[in-house]
């Protein structure tokens, strides 16, 4: 694979003025973390994870031909090309649950800039994005991998309406390889219960460029996984991702956490495979304090955790002595917590999380989620 087949190939003969798509896409949390990237979003280890189910971002897209004819040809590189966006005037309006939000403007012309060369036709159109996220924007869950995959299946659709003949594989593999430009963890946002994103030896078709559906049977001990996500901090994420994925840049560790994470995807494949629910505890909750553990040995240094995350971790492993339950704990770049247990543990676990960990969440608030198969038009 070159990326040629992600350039786009117009169909002349279709016409399309005006419009609109939606499309619903799921967050994810990461069982095997992406933490570290290069150029264009390529990431230096492959990551997997979850789709979740009921945290997500319905996107519609609003389109309507710009009147005024093109004077600008698409260039052949990027930085040409920011310069002449302005004048190409790919106009567009940014709405969050009906409020127009200007703020939002910046990442996504970025976005825009990005991806244009890929999706030409995109700056012949004056756009309306229209966005809801079901989970609160002040929940500290961060929209960004749910928000650009939802953008990057509503511009997929205006292509796929500009080339019919476009496989469904195409049309996947392109939504995932666009959004991933906007979001890399958002990659895996787009279709799938488990998706892994970053090239792997043992993970065929596997790509830095895009996420694949994990490629073997689940075990059913894996089937509709249960994510009770505890909101510990609400506010604005400490570090942005960016800043975040730049510190593994000159890491003293960084190389042996390339190399590891690489590791800890080939045994967690076959552990989803084998169904030891005991072997998926140490691998998930190992890689969260690993993430954690890269962003206090860089520099500068960060601890994300607060003292409640460290409550609630102490109750999941008290808990797990007590009863060889099989509930375990995942984190993003924060402090919430990801409370993962297996559908059968459902009952047991909900005592755990409504006696002895909602004491600790802002406002006793928590969101209940489990597994979900990916992105959906409405
Ligand atoms: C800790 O995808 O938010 O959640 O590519 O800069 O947008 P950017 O970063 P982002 O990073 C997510 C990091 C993580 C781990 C993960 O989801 O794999």
Redesign the pocket.
């Known amino acids: 694979m070159d990326g040629n087949e992600f350039i786009y190939k117009s169909d002349n003969s279709k016409i399309l003025e005006d419009g609109s798509f939606t499309w619903k896409a799921p967050s994810?949390i990461?069982l095997v973390?992406?933490?570290g990237?290069r150029e264009l979003?390529e990431p230096e280890n492959p990551?997997i994870?979850f789709t979740l189910s009921n945290c997500f971002t319905e996107t519609t897209l609003e389109f309507t031909k710009n009147k005024i004819p093109k004077i600008f040809s698409v260039p052949d590189n990027n930085t040409d090309f920011k310069q002449s966006l302005s004048q190409r005037t790919f106009k567009f309006d940014i709405f969050l649950d009906g409020v127009k939000k200007p703020e939002f403007s910046k990442k996504i012309s970025e976005f825009v800039v990005r991806i244009a060369r890929l999706v030409p036709f995109i700056t012949d159109y004056n756009c309306v994005i229209k966005t809801h996220n079901s989970f609160p924007h002040s929940s500290g869950i961060?929209s960004?991998?749910s928000g650009m995959a939802a953008l990057a299946l509503c511009i997929m659709s205006m292509e796929k309406a500009l080339n019919p003949s476009m496989s469904d594989e195409l049309f996947y593999k392109k939504a995932s390889f666009l959004a991933r430009l906007g979001?890399?963890?958002?990659a895996r946002s787009i279709k799938g219960e488990l998706v892994v994103w970053g090239e792997h030896s043992e993970i065929e078709d596997s790509s830095d460029w895009y996420g694949v559906e994990f490629p073997h049977k689940v075990h059913d001990n894996f089937k509709n996984y249960q994510d009770t996500i505890l909101l510990v901090d609400k506010g604005e994420k400490v570090v942005s991702?960016?800043v975040?994925?730049n510190l593994m840049h000159g890491h003293p560790f960084a190389e042996k956490r390339f190399e590891q994470a690489n590791e800890n995807l080939s045994k967690l494949s076959e552990i989803l495979q084998n169904g030891d629910l005991k072997a998926f505890v140490n691998l998930v909750e190992s890689e969260a304090l690993t993430?954690h553990a890269m962003m206090m040995t860089s520099n500068p240094y960060f601890i994300l955790m607060k003292p409640n995350t460290l409550e609630i971790i102490n109750k999941i492993w008290e808990f797990r002595t007590r009863t060889n339950s099989n509930v375990c704990f995942t984190l993003?770049?924060g402090a919430n917590v990801h409370v993962l247990f297996p559908e059968k543990e459902k009952e047991l676990v909900n005592d755990l999380i409504v006696n002895e960990l909602i004491q600790f969440c802002q406002k006793n608030e928590y969101i209940w989620d489990s597994v979900g198969s990916g992105a959906k038009q409405m």
């Open positions: 994810n990461a973390k992406y933490w990237k979003q990551s994870s961060a960004s991998a979001s890399g963890s958002a991702s960016t975040g994925h993430l993003d770049a």
